[in-house]
């Protein structure tokens, strides 16, 4: 077991003093990436001799098993794939990892419906038709990262120079900051969340570039330390932030989706891009089984389905309810004066708070994916899913 190291430290930071009240301790801390280094590590290990990148295409939609097998090959029907720029290309293995807004979903999805309807299940038609299109959490967070070297000039020895920080505050908001790139760069992202609008149409860009002043003006009087974040911004992002209703399989024949495409969650465990990888290495796994041959590739898929989506669909639950959390939705935490803010029964019902944050989290120190590995190979081998 790795040593305990706090990977959170949570203040209250919507006073002109704020307080912290908790550090969230785990097993080995938290380790942060900026995601450009972790993408040029994995690039730098892609064959150039057995993969082929196409990096302008954008896929449109697919065809299933449509024109004449190549009997010499396997007796697969291809999948036609066409992309935006009218070119179409055919496999017999379709992954579908285009994130949030896939294509890969909409049109697997869409054929799952048609198919339910003329069987006469509509509801079940309905429920596919409804993961198509991606939905608003009804939460903001405004994005950026900036250098440590600017905080530091703001406010010399700033916490979030060395720790991660979570401050939390009134009108349910929140804002993570912590050093990434070896300390060189802060990572800041302030989320204004309404949860009464969660699942609802967000009208106009998902990603708007915004001035500090909107920031301020929604972070109007918390403490100095997160002003000083404030003050070190330069470019500024404001994302509204989607996610993928649960889906009732991952995967259809020789078509699976993984990553974002299947469960984009929000971002409150900072996990979905491992849940990707996880997804991604199980199934690669599996593919690269002996026992896979062209014609077990569905059998394949099934497994993977039966063992990655009731795991990514917990952590995606998991994910939103840390989201409310943090957002100190609580039942019976209310805020007022600085004054009342101390008083034991909201500082206890703030503890509360941090151990439901911390059991939602637990699964990332007390499982692994060797266990779901090991437990997926079996069912391969064995024929069962
Ligand atoms: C604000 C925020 C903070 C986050 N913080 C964290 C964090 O700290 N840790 C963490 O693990 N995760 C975090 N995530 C989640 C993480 O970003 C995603 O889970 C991860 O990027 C998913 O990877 P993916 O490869 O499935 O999808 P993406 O990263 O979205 O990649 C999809 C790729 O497919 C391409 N594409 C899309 N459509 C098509 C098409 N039609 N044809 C061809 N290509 C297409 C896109 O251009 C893109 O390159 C955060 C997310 C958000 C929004």
Redesign the pocket.
């Known amino acids: 077991m790795a040593t305990s190291k706090v990977a959170f430290t949570l203040r209250k930071g919507d006073e002109p003093i704020g307080h912290t009240f908790h550090q969230l301790i785990t097993p080995g801390g938290m380790i ?1 990436f900026h ?1 450009p280094d972790f993408q040029a590590v994995l690039l730098l290990h892609l064959s150039s001799t057995s993969c082929r990148t196409h990096t302008a ?4 939609t697919y065809l299933y098993g449509q024109g004449s097998a190549s009997k010499s090959e396997s007796s697969l029907l291809p999948i036609h794939l066409h ?2 720029d009218g070119t179409t290309a055919t496999c017999d293995l379709l992954i579908g ?8 979903r909409a049109t697997m999805l869409r054929d799952l419906a048609t198919k339910a309807q003329s069987e006469g299940h509509t509801q079940e038609a309905q429920e596919a038709l409804a993961g198509v299109d991606p939905v608003w959490s009804g939460l903001s ?1 405004y ?1 950026t990262i900036f250098p440590s070297q600017t905080l530091s000039q703001q406010l010399p020895g700033h916490r979030v120079l060395h720790d991660p920080m979570i401050y939390v505050g009134r009108n349910t908001q929140q804002i993570t900051a912590y050093p990434i790139s070896r300390g060189t760069g802060i ?1 800041f ?1 302030a989320t204004r969340s309404h949860w009464e609008q969660e699942n609802t149409l967000f009208e106009g860009p998902w990603v708007q570039d915004v001035s500090r002043d909107e920031l301020l003006h929604a972070f109007d009087r918390w403490e100095p330390e997160v002003v000083a974040l404030f003050q070190s911004i330069e470019g500024l992002n404001r ?1 509204a ?1 989607h996610t993928v209703r649960p889906l009732r399989s991952y995967v259809s024949e020789r078509v699976a989706l ?5 469960h ?2 929000l ?1 409150y465990q ?7 990888i996880e997804d991604a290495f199980l199934l690669a796994t599996l593919l690269g089984h002996s026992v896979t041959t062209p014609a077990t590739l569905s059998r394949a898929l099934k497994v993977y389905d039966a063992v990655r989506r009731p795991f990514s669909q917990h952590v995606l639950e998991t994910s939103r309810e840390n989201g409310q959390l943090f957002t100190l939705n609580y039942p019976g935490l209310t805020f007022g004066t600085p004054q009342e803010n101390r008083d034991a029964k909201k500082l206890q019902k703030l503890q509360d708070l941090c151990n439901r944050v911390r059991k939602n989290w637990e699964w990332c120190w007390l499982t692994t994916l060797d266990a779901d590995l090991e437990r997926a190979v079996k069912m391969l081998e064995n024929g069962s899913q």
């Open positions: 942060t995601r295409k954008r896929l449109k992309f935006q990892a285009d994130g949030v807004r896939s294509a890969v967070m994005r990572n992202a994302w932030m993984i990553g974002d495409s299947a984009a969650m971002p900072g996990v979905g891009a491992g849940q990707a």
